[in-house]
């Protein structure tokens, strides 16, 4: 029986391609033989005390935190969550003894490039080197509105988006060992051209703000004089 | 306005140290520059709804601090951050603050070095330097801090970042005279008029 607690560090909580990956990594675990539990830091912050989750977070065997990219590291609601975290970790003697939970993070950003998240996987490393908790590795996937707006159509175990995959069975695997399995974080994207990634993306855009009736020129506006 | 400085002053005397020999610097040469200290101030945080680029583009939704230093930002020559390092990364208020500067650039992309990023929604933007402070600061999380204010500042339409790192309040003069030099270098020059005031 492991304990994995994951960790929503997206703004838009439950709705994120955050929540995605959470999902699609938590599918993979036996439920009969796991138990999960998901906590989104938006909603923690806004708890009176949430004491609560940081109890069930420090007595799990394993801590995913999956969060998006902003402007290349933490979101800054989420860096106060990890404050508040290290704060009650401090007067946990039980983790101090035991270096555990062992932390992973999957990061994941707009731009294709899944190797834009190493300052941020980074960071985490450091975040769990302070605290005195095991660090194992990052997940760092690229592509984040396109994963998030194909996920019907697209799965993550087709051909495009295999890698992606292949990266959670290697997190869902190094879980289950006791084993260092992976000792590198991984940073992978869906596989298509930079080219069709761009051409499509700025379609994106347009056609979101369409529904909002804001023409593309209006997106070019400059209002600051 | 010439230089933009942000500074959140909430953490350790290295911080309030730098601050005020950094203004200093800046009150004596006669720069034009605007501060702003955003310790214990209210920030909203940015809750990724996209409204600054696809409702009222260039615009966020929330009318604070942050929004203020946003139009400030496109407007100066160099922009300033003062932070603590923490886990390789800025304060919780610093980051706040370069998170809703996302208006100040396009959803579309453009390739940079053969990576992909935002395209620029103004003709110019400041240089981005960051003084980042603390006495309990490991080697690799300097690195770290480096690398992510050089990532920032392709983010912000510039080459590379200027970052200046205070362990000891012995760095601080060593900062702040590198600071000088480069005023001249960004294009920044003492205004006379100030000086005789």
């Known amino acids: 029986m492991k304990k994995i607690c994951f960790v929503n560090g997206s703004p838009r909580g439950e709705k994120s391609c955050s929540q995605y990956y959470i999902d699609s990594v938590k599918q993979l675990f036996d439920i009969e033989k796991n138990r999960t539990h998901v906590i989104i830091s938006t909603?923690?912050?806004?708890k009176k005390n949430?004491?609560?989750?940081?109890?069930?977070?420090?007595?799990?065997?394993?801590?995913?935190?999956?969060?998006?990219?902003?402007?290349d590291s933490i979101p800054s609601h989420f860096l106060e969550f990890l404050y508040q975290f290290e704060k009650y970790n401090k007067v946990s003697e039980r983790n101090a003894i035991n270096k555990l939970p062992r932390i992973y993070a999957i990061?994941?950003?707009?731009?294709?490039?899944?190797?834009?998240?190493?300052?941020?996987?980074?960071?985490?490393?450091?975040?769990?080197?302070?605290?005195?908790?095991?660090?194992?590795?990052?997940?760092?996937?690229?592509a984040g509105e396109f994963m998030m707006t194909s996920k019907k159509n697209i799965p993550?175990?087709?051909?495009?988006?295999?890698?992606?995959?292949?990266?959670?069975?290697?997190?869902?695997?190094?879980?289950?060992?006791?084993?260092?399995?992976?000792?590198?974080?991984?940073?992978?994207?869906?596989?298509?051209?930079?080219?069709?990634?761009?051409?499509?993306?700025?379609?994106?855009?347009?056609?979101?703000?369409?529904?909002?009736?804001?023409?593309?020129?209006?997106?070019?506006?400059?209002?600051?004089? | 306005?010439?230089?933009?400085?942000?500074?959140?002053?909430?953490?350790?005397?290295?911080?309030?140290?730098?601050?005020?020999?950094?203004k200093m610097l800046l009150d004596k040469g006669g720069y034009q520059y605007k501060h702003y200290e955003i310790a214990n101030k209210k920030l909203n945080h940015c809750i990724g709804c996209?409204?600054?680029?696809l409702k009222t583009p260039g615009i966020c939704i929330f009318n604070d601090i942050a929004s203020e230093i946003a139009k400030?930002?496109?407007?100066?020559?160099?922009?300033?951050?003062?932070?603590?390092?923490?886990?390789?990364?800025?304060?919780?208020?610093?980051?706040?603050?370069?998170?809703?500067?996302?208006?100040?650039?396009?959803?579309?992309?453009?390739?940079?070095?053969?990576?992909?990023?935002?395209?620029?929604?103004?003709?110019?933007?400041?240089?981005?330097?960051?003084?980042?402070c603390g006495e309990d600061i490991s080697d690799f999380e300097i690195e770290t801090f480096?690398?992510?204010?050089?990532?920032?500042?392709?983010?912000?339409?510039?080459?590379?970042?200027?970052?200046?790192?205070?362990?000891?309040?012995?760095?601080?003069?060593e900062t702040v005279q590198s600071l000088e030099n480069h005023f001249s270098q960004w294009g920044i020059t003492r205004n006379e008029k100030n000086l005789l005031c």
Request: with cysteine; proline share 3%.
């Open chain 1, 107 to 142: 990061i994941n950003n707009g731009f294709i490039e899944g190797h834009q998240n190493k300052n941020a996987a980074r960071i985490m490393y450091h975040y769990a080197s302070r605290i005195g908790l095991t660090w194992r590795f990052a997940i760092g996937i690229g």
């Open chain 2, 50 to 53: 996209f409204s600054c680029w």
């Open chain 1, 156 to 225: 993550i175990q087709s051909k495009m988006k295999l890698c992606i995959h292949e990266a959670f069975l290697k997190l869902k695997k190094d879980i289950e060992s006791n084993e260092v399995l992976c000792e590198n974080n991984i940073f992978t994207n869906p596989k298509m051209p930079k080219k069709l990634f761009m051409f499509m993306g700025d379609r994106h855009w347009v056609q979101r703000a369409r529904k909002n009736k804001i023409r593309k020129k209006e997106l070019y506006n400059k209002p600051i004089k």
């Open chain 1, 50 to 71: 949430n004491f609560e989750d940081f109890k069930i977070m420090a007595e799990s065997e394993n801590i995913i935190f999956s969060f998006p990219l902003y402007i």
């Open chain 2, 146 to 173: 480096k690398s992510l204010a050089d990532a920032n500042a392709i983010n912000f339409k510039k080459e590379k970042a200027f970052v200046y790192v205070c362990r000891a309040v012995r760095d601080i003069d």
């Open chain 2, 72 to 132: 400030d930002y496109v407007k100066s020559d160099v922009a300033i951050f003062i932070s603590n390092i923490r886990y390789g990364t800025y304060s919780v208020p610093i980051r706040r603050v370069l998170d809703r500067q996302i208006p100040n650039i396009l959803p579309f992309f453009e390739k940079v070095n053969n990576e992909i990023h935002h395209s620029s929604r103004y003709n110019n933007y400041p240089e981005f330097v960051v003084v980042g």
């Open chain 2, 1 to 22: 306005m010439a230089i933009l400085l942000i500074s959140d002053n909430n953490h350790n005397s290295i911080i309030e140290k730098s601050v005020t020999k950094i």
């Open chain 1, 43 to 46: 909603a923690s912050l806004k």
